[in-house]
């Protein structure tokens, strides 16, 4: 099983990045799928998740408006759209997978994990 986040890099606030999880080793379309952060010093937190066939979607209250997640069941991948950046939104992105129906916010209930891509908004 292999989770890969990418696209995270150095932007200034008020700018946009746009992260991809390519997976492989499983069935991607029977998993739900999550983006989680991570600022130094503290704990992961949930942002987004959406469900597997992307009927639902689920955000954090410090995001919504301005994040989208979304996946390609026939390109194995997961998205996290990220607009109007702030300096808040520091932190390591990671993407997840749960075999939880449903939307998923905690971290415990998804199964597999991606290695993490740094996110770094300027002021």
């Known amino acids: 099983v292999q989770l890969q986040a990418s696209g995270g890099g150095l932007v200034q606030a008020g700018g946009s990045l746009r992260l991809s999880c390519a997976t492989s080793?499983?069935?991607?379309?029977?998993?739900?799928m999550g983006w989680f952060r991570q600022a130094p010093g503290k704990e992961r937190e949930f942002v987004a998740a959406i469900t597997r066939s992307s009927s639902n979607t689920d955000y954090a209250d410090s995001v919504k408006g301005r994040f989208t997640i979304s996946r390609d069941n026939a390109k194995n991948t997961l998205s996290l759209q990220m607009n109007s950046l702030k300096p808040e939104d520091t932190a390591v992105y990671y993407c997840?997978?749960?075999?939880?129906?449903?939307?998923?916010?905690?971290?415990?209930?998804?199964?597999?994990w991606g290695q993490g891509t740094q996110v770094t908004v300027s002021s």
């Open positions: 080793g499983f069935i991607f379309s029977s998993f739900g």
């Open positions: 997840a997978a749960t075999r939880w129906f449903g939307l998923v916010r905690e971290t415990v209930k998804y199964d597999y």
